[in-house]
């Protein structure tokens, strides 16, 4: 590192812990918001104690950014974002981060460093950014994160990166031989999305999967010959709701109450991840972040209500969806701001 770069790794951290107070006013629940970022990934995780978790950032340039932190100060009340997850160095995941971090001081990131097999760098001014610290993440890790006071554990784990998967037992993972049944494998995936850092975040008996854009091969690991991930109650549609992704042994193994798919006004809602979304009997709601609005619209959309943007990228207000969890962790609600939609949901009781 070059002084240029020490000093301004200095100031960053001392800058983190001048604002370490946050103005969060706790309503002893945990949120999730998923920020429109036009076809890419930024989903902002509020815990019972204010602390932040921001897993991807959208696209380079200010509009992404901007909305992140709209949706951090004014809505959440943040001052900070305390964790960031890059979950691989696609543009429309770590582009957002070093305007971001002009724009809101940032704590650790987590992500994939630079490592052997690397299909696609980020670039310099992504290496650069002002944060706290940076740490290279690995199946099993956990993020360390603040225990509410009363009200169930928290925990925000690394299920795979890079190809590699958090070990069965340490998950108590049960054998899941039968899914193969449902693995038709596709095209090997040589790009990065392959290497997506996969979380799982519990409260409770409460669970939400994000695996990035974790490609279908690289998916079919998770759920065989052991099930890694368990039976989730809100599920993030993989890759925007990309059909080579959200293999169907997965959605079958992971049997969500809720799927949130964080897909463009072109991009995502494939006719594929919709069929093969309806196949799951536990599934009652799918979320859109952004109405598809590609000539198969009429049919690969889910009712308006539901979704959060219905413009094209150039005339979108960039609204969110917000998912908010009881403080005791076993019931949700999410809410569509921009219809005035809300319903509620159990959380599945966990075996
Ligand atoms: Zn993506």
Redesign the pocket.
Same mark, same amino acid.
């Given at each position: 590192m070059n002084i240029r770069y020490f000093l301004l790794a200095l100031f960053a951290s001392i800058g983190f812990l001048f604002v370490s107070s946050v103005s969060y006013s706790a309503d002893g629940k945990l949120h999730i918001y998923w920020i429109d970022t036009e +076809? +890419?990934?930024a989903t902002l995780i509020v815990t019972p104690q204010g602390e932040s978790v921001l897993v991807?950032t959208g696209n380079p340039g200010l509009r992404d950014a901007d909305r992140i932190v709209k949706a951090a100060t004014r809505e959440a009340g943040l001052k900070r974002i305390d964790h960031l997850v890059i979950? $691989?160095f $696609?543009r429309? $995941?770590f582009g957002g981060a070093a305007t971001l971090a002009t724009l809101i001081p940032i704590g650790r990131v987590y992500d994939n460093g630079i490592f052997e097999g690397l299909s696609e760098r980020p670039d310099q001014s992504y290496l650069e950014f002002s944060c706290a610290g940076r740490s290279v993440i690995n199946p099993g890790d956990t993020i360390a994160l603040k225990q509410p006071t009363s009200g169930p554990q928290l925990r925000l784990m690394c299920l795979a990166a890079r190809k590699q998967y958090i070990k069965p037992d340490l998950v108590q993972a049960k054998e899941n031989r039968d899914i193969a049944s449902l693995h038709r494998p596709k095209e090997r995936d040589g790009s990065d999305?392959a290497n997506s850092i996969v979380l799982l975040l519990s409260y409770g008996d409460f669970r939400f999967f994000d695996g +990035?854009?974790l490609t279908w091969n690289q998916e079919f690991e998770l759920v065989h010959p052991y099930n890694l991930v368990g039976q989730v109650d809100v599920y993030q549609v993989t890759? $925007?709701g990309?059909d080579s992704s959200n293999n169907p042994a997965v959605l079958q193994s992971l049997k969500p109450t809720i799927a949130v798919m964080?897909n463009g006004h072109i991009k995502g809602c494939m006719p594929d991840v919709f069929a093969d979304l309806k196949e799951v009997s536990t599934l009652k709601a799918t979320y859109q972040v952004h109405k598809n609005l590609r000539p198969d619209g009429s049919v690969n959309n889910v009712p308006d209500d539901f979704i959060a943007n219905h413009h094209p990228a150039d005339k979108c207000e960039g609204h969110f969806i917000k998912l908010s969890v009881a403080a005791d962790g076993g019931n949700y609600s999410v809410a569509v701001p921009a219809t005035k939609h809300t319903a509620n949901y159990m959380t599945v009781p966990k075996l």
């Open positions: +076809g +890419g990934a991807d979950t $691989h $696609h429309d $995941h999305n +990035g854009d890759h $925007h990309l964080n």
